[in-house]
């Protein structure tokens, strides 16, 4: 199955709204997510989620404004179960 992208609202407020965004473009285990500026999300390597032992270089960005994915330069080498960090 697909990666799902939902946006939950009105947590506090009793009437809780769930809408499902732009789904990330590749389905794979173990990758680093960060959020920047309460703008972005940063998806970075992880795993093949149905080939084993095959890894990620690859860096994905999601606006929440524009509600859309866009490829980052990649990582110097495939990672798995790494950690980020905005700064």
């Known amino acids: ?10 947590l506090f407020s009793g009437g809780i709204e769930v809408v499902e965004l732009n789904n ?12 920047y ?7 970075s390597g992880g795993a093949n989620a149905t080939k084993y032992q095959s890894y990620y270089n690859i860096v994905k960005v999601y606006s929440l404004a524009e509600d859309a994915w866009w490829e980052a330069p ?6 798995y ?4 960090c905005a700064l």
Do not use: C, D, E
């Open 81 to 84: 179960g790494h950690t980020s």
């Open 24 to 35: 990330p473009p590749k389905a794979r285990n173990w990758p680093s997510m960060v959020v």
């Open 1 to 10: 199955t697909r990666p799902r992208l939902l946006r939950y609202s009105n």
């Open 37 to 43: 500026a309460q703008s972005y999300i940063f998806v």
């Open 74 to 79: 990649p990582l110097n080498v495939p990672r």
